[in-house]
């Protein structure tokens, strides 16, 4: 999974295509387009894209953003069930490296090793009812990245650690639309009835609910 404008995208690593692709559906309009026209893309069979697009894609939730090249196509050209296929120019401008029998993905770009799955598995993740996460000791909150990361779309993120600068952390970590301090609730939106003495004094309760 990457991201593409804070929104979780379908991305793949592909070392036989040259070019790189975005399905039209996830095009934003205020992108840089720097070529309208298309080219006829020959291989496995022939087709036509649409305009060469700057994306902004980020390759792990939190991520800064990394500026690629890729072609508008539609979903007949694009393999079944991605969004975004990154093609060999790509790969080499970043520093890309495929781990044979690992199913792992080195980017040296950006000093990360990212662990792929099949897209089968994300998409049914993604299809599956949003979690109601509540993480104790929950820090500057990163498993709610790791999920995002992992396909889970979350409901509500409850997290609640003594350290007072967390909430603040994760206010600022771009992830984020609303963060609240406030008690945890059970899934179905029911208010947990805590005594904070029972947790630790001066725990700090925050809710984050993407909108």
């Given at each position: 999974?990457?991201?593409?404008?804070?929104?979780?995208?379908?991305?793949?690593?592909?070392?036989?295509?040259?070019?790189?692709?975005?399905?039209?559906?996830?095009?934003n309009?205020?992108?840089?387009?720097?070529?309208?026209?298309?080219?006829?893309?020959?291989?496995?069979?022939?087709a036509?894209?649409?305009?060469?697009?700057?994306?902004?894609?980020?390759?792990?939730?939190?991520?800064?953003?990394?500026?690629?090249?890729?072609?508008?196509?539609?979903?007949?050209?694009?393999?079944?069930?991605?969004?975004?296929?990154?093609?060999?120019?790509?790969?080499?401008?970043?520093?890309?490296?495929?781990?044979?029998?690992?199913s792992?993905?080195?980017?040296?770009?950006?000093?990360?090793?990212?662990?792929?799955?099949?897209?089968?598995?994300?998409?049914?993740?993604?299809?599956?009812?949003?979690?109601?996460?509540?993480?104790l000791?929950g820090?500057?909150?990163?498993?709610?990245?790791?999920?995002?990361?992992?396909?889970?779309?979350?409901?509500?993120?409850?997290?609640?650690?003594?350290?007072?600068?967390?909430?603040?952390?994760?206010?600022?970590?771009?992830?984020?639309?609303?963060?609240?301090?406030?008690?945890?609730?059970?899934?179905?939106?029911?208010?947990?009835r805590?005594?904070?003495?029972?947790i630790?004094?001066?725990?700090?309760?925050?809710?984050?609910?993407?909108?």
């Open positions: 999974m990457a991201q593409l404008d804070g929104a979780p995208c379908r991305t793949g690593v592909d070392s036989y295509a040259e070019i790189s692709m975005i399905l039209s559906t996830r095009v309009k205020e992108w840089t387009v720097l070529e309208d026209k298309g080219i006829d893309l020959r291989g496995i069979g022939r036509n894209t649409g305009p060469l697009v700057l994306v902004p894609i980020s390759y792990r939730c939190g991520m800064e953003p990394e500026h690629l090249t890729m072609r508008v196509v539609d979903s007949e050209v694009m393999p079944k069930d991605l969004e975004v296929l990154i093609g060999t120019k790509a790969q080499h401008e970043s520093g890309m490296t495929i781990h044979a029998g690992t792992r993905l080195t980017i040296q770009s950006r000093s990360v090793t990212i662990d792929t799955e099949p897209v089968g598995k994300i998409l049914a993740r993604q299809k599956s009812k949003p979690l109601n996460v509540l993480a000791a820090g500057m909150s990163p498993a709610i990245l790791i999920l995002t990361d992992l396909g889970w779309r979350i409901n509500k993120y409850h997290s609640s650690d003594t350290c007072k600068a967390a909430p603040t952390s994760v206010k600022f970590s771009g992830t984020h639309s609303r963060s609240k301090d406030r008690a945890p609730t059970k899934p179905g939106g029911t208010v947990i805590t005594n904070r003495d029972t630790r004094p001066n725990t700090c309760l925050t809710t984050l609910q993407r909108v």
